[in-house]
C-alpha cells in the first residue's frame, strides 16, 4: 500500500505486440488512491505488454499569492499543481496579515485576514506551505513585498525572493546590477537635474531616445522622443507626478521586435519573438504586439539564463533584443504572464514552473551585490 502525502509517476513502456497501444508511451501523474484504483480497474491482458514503473514524491501544499483567482497564469499554475497531486491555496496578497513584533510563537506563522463584523476583519492562521508562487501586481508591489517576506521569515520556498522581485521592479537598479556582473545592456542614463538632460541624451547615442518609468509593466511608461524638447516635456511631467525615469538609447535596427525567454531553475524552457504592430515600437502583447515561437542563440539563452540568476530569480522572464552589437538585456521580470507565450510557443510553462517547485532544495539566492574595489 503506498503512503498518503505522496505522488505516483507511473511510467508505461510498452513492448513488442501488435496491439495498438504498443506504439504509445505514457507518462501518468496521479495521487496514490487513483494508481491504486487504475491498477484494480485495468484489464488484466494489458500489464503483460507493459513495464511498469513509479518512483515516488511528497504532495505539497503549493500557495499562489495572486489578486485575480481567475487570470490565466494563476488558473493554469493550480490547475497544473492540482493535477499533479499537490494541495493548492490561491491567497489574495493584500489578505495576508503582515503583523510583527508581537512576541509570541504565532509572529511568525503567516495569517490571513477575514471578514468579522461589517468593516472589520479578523486574523486567523493560514494553512502550512511548502513553497509558495508570488504573482504580485505593480500596484501592491510595496504590500507584496512584505508579505513575501513573512512567508520567508516563516521558511516557506518561494521561486521569487522578496528582495529579486523589489530589483526586478526597479528598471534602474536591475539594469546596474546586470552592468556590473558584465552583461549587455542598452545605453542607459538617469536625469536628477535639468541642465543635465544635453549630457544624458549625448551618454546614450543622440535622439531618438527612449523615456521609461523606472517602475511600470506591460509596455507602460515608456516613450520614445525624437525632439529634445519633448524628452525635457516628458521629463518634467514625471517629476511633477513625484516619479522617477530613465533614458536609453533607441535600436532602431530592430525594427519593433525583442524576445521574451521564460527562464526556469536555471534553464532557458521557452522563447518568442514579439513584433510591434505599425506605428509603435513596444514589442508588448498588451499593446497589440504578436507573437510567434522562436529557438533562440546559445549566446541569448545563456545571457538569459545569467540575467535571472544575477538577480537571484528561480522564474523569470527575461526580454532581450537583438542588435549590430549581439543580444542586449532589456529587462527582467519576477512574474511573466503565462497566456502569450505559452499560446505562441504551444509549451506547457506552468508545468515546468510546478515541476521546480517539487525539486527545489532551497530558495533562490538574492541578488547578487557587486564587489567594492
Given at each position: 500500500?503506498?503512503?498518503?502525502?505522496r505522488?505516483?509517476?507511473i511510467r508505461?513502456?510498452?513492448?513488442?505486440?501488435t496491439d495498438?497501444?504498443?506504439?504509445?508511451?505514457?507518462?501518468v501523474?496521479?495521487?496514490?488512491?487513483?494508481?491504486?484504483?487504475?491498477?484494480?480497474?485495468?484489464?488484466?491482458?494489458?500489464?503483460?505488454?507493459?513495464?511498469?514503473?513509479?518512483?515516488?514524491a511528497?504532495?505539497?501544499?503549493?500557495?499562489?499569492?495572486?489578486r485575480?483567482?481567475?487570470?490565466y497564469?494563476?488558473?493554469?499554475?493550480?490547475?497544473?499543481a492540482?493535477?499533479?497531486?499537490?494541495?493548492?491555496e490561491?491567497?489574495?496578497?493584500?489578505?495576508?496579515?503582515?503583523?510583527i513584533g508581537r512576541?509570541d510563537?504565532?509572529?511568525t506563522?503567516?495569517?490571513?485576514?477575514?471578514?468579522?463584523?461589517?468593516?472589520?476583519?479578523?486574523t486567523?492562521?493560514?494553512p502550512?506551505?511548502?513553497?509558495?508562487?508570488?504573482r504580485?501586481?505593480?500596484?501592491?508591489?510595496?504590500?507584496?513585498?512584505?508579505?513575501?517576506?513573512?512567508?520567508?521569515?516563516?521558511?516557506?520556498?518561494?521561486?521569487?525572493?522578496?528582495?529579486?522581485?523589489?530589483?526586478s521592479?526597479?528598471?534602474?537598479?536591475?539594469?546596474?546590477?546586470?552592468?556590473?556582473?558584465?552583461?549587455?545592456i542598452?545605453?542607459?542614463?538617469?536625469?536628477?537635474?535639468?541642465?543635465?538632460?544635453?549630457?544624458?541624451?549625448?551618454a546614450?547615442?543622440?535622439?531618438?531616445a527612449?523615456?521609461k518609468?523606472?517602475?511600470?509593466?506591460?509596455?507602460?511608461?515608456?516613450?520614445?522622443?525624437?525632439?529634445?524638447?519633448?524628452?525635457?516635456a516628458?521629463?518634467?511631467?514625471?517629476?511633477?507626478?513625484?516619479r522617477?525615469?530613465?533614458?536609453?538609447?533607441?535600436?532602431?535596427?530592430?525594427d519593433?521586435?525583442?524576445?521574451?525567454?521564460?527562464?526556469?531553475?536555471?534553464?532557458?524552457?521557452?522563447?518568442m519573438q514579439?513584433?510591434?504592430?505599425?506605428?509603435?515600437?513596444?514589442?508588448?502583447?498588451?499593446?497589440?504586439?504578436?507573437?510567434?515561437?522562436v529557438?533562440?542563440?546559445?549566446?541569448?539563452?545563456?545571457?538569459?539564463?545569467a540575467?535571472?540568476?544575477?538577480h537571484?530569480?528561480?522564474?523569470?522572464?527575461?526580454?532581450l533584443v537583438?542588435?549590430?552589437?549581439?543580444?542586449?538585456?532589456?529587462?527582467?521580470n519576477?512574474s511573466?504572464?503565462?497566456?502569450?507565450?505559452?499560446?505562441?510557443?504551444?509549451?506547457?510553462?506552468?508545468?515546468?514552473?510546478?515541476?521546480?517547485v517539487?525539486?527545489a532544495?532551497s530558495?533562490?539566492?538574492?541578488?547578487?551585490?557587486s564587489?567594492?574595489?
Open positions: 500500500m503506498l503512503r498518503s502525502g505522488i505516483v509517476t508505461l513502456k510498452p513492448v513488442k505486440t495498438r497501444l504498443s506504439y504509445q508511451r505514457k507518462f501523474r496521479v495521487a496514490p488512491h487513483a494508481f491504486q484504483f487504475a491498477m484494480s480497474n485495468c484489464h488484466a491482458e494489458w500489464w503483460p505488454k507493459f513495464e511498469v514503473g513509479w518512483t515516488i511528497d504532495i505539497m501544499r503549493i500557495g499562489i499569492l495572486s485575480n483567482p481567475g487570470l497564469s494563476t488558473r493554469r499554475l493550480a490547475e497544473v492540482r493535477m499533479r497531486g499537490h494541495r493548492v490561491i491567497i489574495d496578497t493584500t489578505s495576508v496579515a503582515v503583523h512576541g510563537g504565532d509572529a506563522i503567516p495569517q490571513q485576514l477575514v471578514a468579522s463584523l461589517p468593516g472589520m476583519t479578523e486567523t492562521k493560514l502550512t506551505l511548502d513553497a509558495i508562487i508570488p504580485i501586481g505593480t500596484s501592491v508591489t510595496f504590500y507584496g513585498l512584505a508579505v513575501v517576506r513573512q512567508f520567508e521569515t516563516a521558511g516557506v520556498l518561494t521561486t521569487a525572493a522578496s528582495s529579486a522581485i523589489a530589483c521592479r526597479d528598471k534602474l537598479q536591475s539594469l546596474q546590477l546586470m552592468s556590473q556582473a558584465g552583461l549587455p542598452p545605453r542607459t542614463a538617469i536625469v536628477a537635474q535639468p541642465e543635465a538632460l544635453f549630457s544624458a541624451i549625448e546614450i547615442g543622440g535622439l531618438p527612449v523615456v518609468l523606472i517602475s511600470g509593466t506591460q509596455g507602460r511608461g515608456v516613450f520614445l522622443a525624437h525632439h529634445f524638447t519633448t524628452v525635457a516628458i521629463l518634467r511631467k514625471v517629476t511633477e507626478l513625484n522617477q525615469a530613465i533614458v536609453q538609447e533607441f535600436i532602431a535596427e530592430a519593433g521586435r525583442d524576445m521574451r525567454l521564460i527562464v526556469v531553475g536555471g534553464r532557458c524552457v521557452a522563447a514579439r513584433q510591434a504592430p505599425f506605428g509603435e515600437f513596444r514589442a508588448n502583447l498588451h499593446r497589440g504586439g504578436s507573437a510567434s515561437a529557438t533562440p542563440e546559445p549566446a541569448t539563452v545563456a545571457l538569459a539564463v540575467a535571472a540568476r544575477t537571484g530569480l528561480a522564474v523569470a522572464g527575461v526580454d537583438s542588435t549590430r552589437r549581439g543580444p542586449l538585456l532589456l529587462e527582467v519576477s511573466p504572464g503565462l497566456e502569450g507565450i505559452e499560446k505562441a510557443t504551444g509549451i506547457d510553462i506552468a508545468s515546468e514552473i510546478v515541476r521546480y517539487e525539486t532544495p530558495r533562490p539566492q538574492p541578488p547578487r551585490k564587489r567594492s574595489k
